[in-house]
């Protein structure tokens, strides 16, 4: 396999035998890795071609007209296909027209091999974040500036080809081995190829000495060689106004942009201030402050000084890794003294060597999973952190991670052959030497719970986005549990394919020493009662939907319905038979988890068993914790209902599966945090954009325990110019949204939105509270611009990844992305690719949900005010992120438009607009609007 053609076809449309026509091929030859020829044309389909086609590929009818028929082209394209690997990227498109041309006039199909570009590149490219050809094409520094024309696009894939081939000739030959067997069930060639290149390494007689310098070859493996961390010279620290003055000037070298902004400069004298001091500060630092460098520079030069740790927290772990490969490597460069930080996660975003050994000859006949364990295989060779962020897994590669992520369960600790290359142990040594360790709120409040014993001991931290800790502490120091981690544990002991724990163990049983027989009994019985199990477990989960669907609220953004219950609700006959059916499941858990432990404690002492069972072995018993925890779960959730807590069930009854959703939280999480969090620390740094409502911390404090008399609140405003950036209006003629009046209020925006976006020529985001209200608009909008040329899209509509969402809006010339609850903060989308966001409602929490219900209730138990006091500072907090989505830089410049009067019309709209950057606020009917939204873009 090494001659191949590589192909692109320009059609009238996706379907050859629907009788869509190519309009233009691009070829290229390839021979031993080297372009040999290149062959293009035009070609004249014989039909119109559409004009959405014409707008794609800016080919015309009219630049066809005397182009030649296909029938004249096939005669000069046929010998170059003797002997070759037909590619392409998305092969089987531009085979399916090949086919079909071969076909109509009179000649052989194609019988020779295929290698689908797409393919080949998930496999070998693991840690790419896009696979359309563009996105490699930028990746591997390929020239493809005319995407969408068959010549361009052909000479780029069979670049990005040579890239590839290029890539797996360097592979170790033990690699290549595991890789044929891995790729044997892909659409295309690739083991064949994979076969090729592993034979090709075998006669040249290099086997021997294949030496890859940095790859250590271990049990069958090939494994990145990490480095550990290198001693700094001692320095003197200099005092802290002299340091600043020296990072200044270095930081202004660094990055010839940079440019110092006052509020940046007194939060780090502020932050480092706190530190020093044993203080906690609150300070807010609206958009384009630069908050980021203003907590990392002074914590690390604390860190040096003082010799403590500083734990900085995030709450995505998008900015978590922001701070890391971005932030933190430029700090690096300009400190003096060598600085060390270090990213640590939750353990299940690391790989398990010792799991993955073990899976990856196991037979799978899912293309997904297969896929999965060979990028992998890649991606060993070149990570220095096993962390699942840096893998493009296929949707089921998920379910495959499950089975391989480091788990404290089922971990052999030092006994394990792995253990000293192990990804999560690894990173937590690399923790323990650092000045400064970036996690996430989630991982933080987890280490609180389990008693410090995951993160290194710390008595200073800096919290940033630090609306959120709150809401992630209720979550961490509450309980949670879902039917699917129910069914997930069961499909882990055994699964219809076979591929469960336990029948691992019933497989592997021949190889322990002197087996005995009433354990492989015992083995098997537990696989039958797992069978009848699965039966108790599904009766329980539909009586549990059943009990909640009778009187559930729509109460999540997502559109799940909500039940609220205490010890109370079980009275009636559906409560009394949930109860029962409850009851039961706890039973077989407890008498299940037994008939594991007696399997599981005579092996476990048995120190001669093979690794592969030692391992299974080690599996089970983690399952056997597992299942213990789930048991707990129930019996505290359902059974034993807590008065100082809120207990809900939630059901989404948007799939077949039926899922249900357990969840217990404290009424009140602020004196926990303050008992166990900040009275234990010495400094703690809280910052966001978003922390003030109405210019008062009032609000944010009380949420996390902390007394305002005692704790410095700063505020620094955003250095933009919303006066000059921002349009901002509020329609006076908007319909009150009010309970029957839905569909006229839909009907309006549909029709406004409509309008606007002709003026804004799409380069819209709109920001709903109700994931209901975004599936009725969705389609009506979507089907009034379709002639306008302007494409719709909508979160869990189009995609429920916020991500790929945000890239297919910046790529999309004339687009308007319809996003609910994750898109109002987050996004980041600067310059010409957003002109205009639209606020459909304010975003206040629905009052049926359980968590604002409960609370309601105690705040009023304490003589206060459940709207004022709770209700409106959240909203006012989320308006403030979904507003800031708009300005991003100082240059971008656009419109803010609420569809919302009671941000005007009632008595506390004012806490909205005054806690926004000053903007005037045009308030007129829509059509007087319309043009100054269309002079103010102009």
């Known amino acids: 396999m090494n001659k191949f053609l590589v192909v692109d076809f320009e059609t009238t449309g996706n379907k050859a035998k629907d009788g869509d026509q190519i309009i233009q091929i691009g070829a290229v030859l390839m021979e031993d890795g080297d372009i040999i020829s290149q062959f293009s044309s035009l070609v004249n389909p014989g039909i119109p071609i559409p004009t959405f086609i014409q707008q794609l590929t800016q080919i015309d009818d009219e630049m066809v007209k005397d182009a030649p028929t296909i029938d004249e082209i096939l005669p000069q394209m046929l010998p170059l296909l003797d002997g070759a690997v037909f590619v392409g990227h998305n092969v089987y498109f531009d085979l399916g027209f090949l086919q079909q041309a071969l076909a109509e006039h009179g000649y052989l199909p194609f019988s020779g091999p295929t290698i689908d570009t797409v393919e080949l590149s998930r496999l070998l490219l693991p840690n790419q974040t896009g696979y359309k050809l563009t996105d490699l094409a930028l990746e591997l520094d390929v020239e493809h500036d005319t995407p969408h024309q068959a010549d361009s696009d052909a000479l780029a894939t069979a670049q990005i080809l040579q890239s590839l081939l290029e890539k797996l000739n360097r592979l170790p030959y033990m690699v290549l081995q595991h890789l044929t067997e891995l790729t044997k069930g892909f659409a295309s060639d690739i083991s064949d190829l994979i076969k090729y290149v592993e ?305 691992k163990l019933d497989r592997e049983w021949s190889s322990v020493p002197e087996s005995s027989h009433e354990g492989r009994e015992q083995l098997k019985g537990c696989i039958n009662e797992l069978m009848e199990g699965r039966e108790v477990i599904r009766e329980w989960i539909t009586r549990l939907y059943q009990w909640g669907i009778r009187s559930g609220r729509e109460g999540t953004e997502a559109g799940r319905l909500v039940k609220r219950f205490s010890h109370l609700d079980w009275s009636d006959k559906a409560g009394r038979d949930t109860l029962q059916s409850t ?111 109405n210019q008062s911390f009032a609000y944010s404090l009380k949420r996390v325990g902390l007394d305002e008399q005692q704790v410095a609140t700063i505020q620094h405003p955003s250095p933009f110019d919303y006066r000059k950036q921002t349009l901002f209006c509020v329609p006076s003629d908007s319909p009150a949204l009010s309970s029957g009046n839905e569909e006229h209020f839909n009907h309006y925006l549909i029709d406004s939105l409509a309008q606007l976006s002709r003026v804004t020529e799409g380069r819209m985001l709109v920001l709903f509270t109700s994931y209901q209200m975004l599936r009725q608009v969705y389609e009506p909008l979507k089907e009034r611009l379709a002639q306008d040329g ?84 959240q909203a006012v907090i989320r308006f403030k992120q979904g507003f800031g989505r708009l300005v991003r830089t100082q240059k971008d410049k656009g419109v803010v438009i609420v569809f919302d009067k009671r941000i005007v019309e009632s008595r506390y709209g004012q806490y909205f607009v005054k806690s926004l950057p000053e903007t005037p606020l045009h308030y007129r009917p829509f059509n007087q609007l319309l043009p100054m939204v269309e002079e103010w873009l102009g």
């Open 199 to 503: 034979q090709k390494r075998l006669m040249q007689g290099s086997v021997e000495r294949d030496e890859h310098p940095g790859l250590e070859m271990f049990r069958q493996l090939a494994v990145r060689i990490r480095g550990g961390r290198t001693e700094d010279s001692p320095a003197q620290d200099p005092a802290y106004e002299d340091f600043m003055k020296d990072i200044r000037s270095k930081l202004e070298g660094e990055m010839s942009d940079f440019e110092w902004r006052p509020a940046q400069m007194d939060m780090m004298s502020q932050v480092y201030d706190a530190l020093s001091k044993s203080q906690h500060v609150l300070i807010e630092a609206g958009t384009g402050t630069g908050k980021s460098l203003a907590y990392l520079i002074p914590a690390f030069y604390w860190s040096k000084v003082s010799g403590e740790k500083v734990v900085i927290s995030t709450h995505t772990i998008q900015l978590q890794e922001q701070l890391y490969t971005r932030d933190l490597p430029l700090l690096e460069r300009i400190f003096e003294q060598g600085i060390h930080g270090a990213l640590l996660k939750g353990r299940s975003n690391y790989l398990c060597l010792r799991k993955y050994e073990q899976s990856v000859m196991e037979p799978a006949d899912n293309f997904d999973i297969q896929l999965s364990k060979g990028q992998m295989m890649i991606w060993l060779t070149e990570t220095d952190t096993g962390d699942i962020e840096e893998l493009n897994l296929p949707p089921g590669g998920q379910v495959f991670w499950r089975q391989v992520q480091s788990d404290a369960h089922s971990c052999l600790s030092n006994q394990c052959p792995w253990f000293s290359r192990c990804y999560y142990f690894a990173a937590r040594r690399k923790a323990q030497e650092s000045d400064v360790i970036i996690t996430n709120h989630s991982l933080l409040l987890t280490d609180l719970k389990a008693d410090q014993r995951i993160l290194p001991p710390y008595r200073y931290a800096i919290i940033d986005e630090a609306h959120h800790f709150e809401e992630v502490a209720s979550h961490h120091l509450g309980l949670s549990l879902s039917s699917i981690q129910v069914e997930n544990y069961l499909a882990e002991l055994g699964s219809e394919r076979g591929m469960g724990i336990l029948e």
């Open 790 to 873: 302007i494409t719709v899209l909508g979160h869990g509509m189009d995609s429920s990844s916020r991500t790929k969402l945000t890239k297919l809006f910046k790529q999309t010339k004339k687009c308007i992305l319809l996003g609910t609850s994750s898109f109002w903060e987050g996004v980041d989308i600067p310059g010409d690719d957003l002109s205009c966001l639209v606020i459909v409602r304010l975003p206040f929490w629905p009052p049926n949900h359980p968590v604002i219900e409960a609370r309601s209730e105690y705040i009023k138990s304490n003589r206060g005010n459940p709207f004022m006091d709770m209700s409106v500072p």
């Open 583 to 693: 009851s039961y499941v706890v039973e077989w858990l407890t008498l299940f988890q037994q008939s594991l432990e007696k399997i599981y404690i005579p092996l476990s002492a048995d120190k001669g068993l093979p690794f592969t069972f030692r391992g299974l072995l080690t599996d089970l018993h983690g399952a056997i914790r597992e299942g213990q925890r789930i048991r707990q779960l129930i019996q505290q959730m359902l059974l034993d209902p807590e008065v100082d807590n809120i207990h809900w069930i939630e059901l989404d009854t948007r799939t077949n599966r039926r899922p249900v959703y357990l969840y217990r939280v404290p009424i009140d999480v602020a004196p926990l945090l303050q008992e166990q969090f900040f009275a234990e620390k010495e400094s703690v740094v809280l910052t966001s954009a978003t922390l003030s409502v």
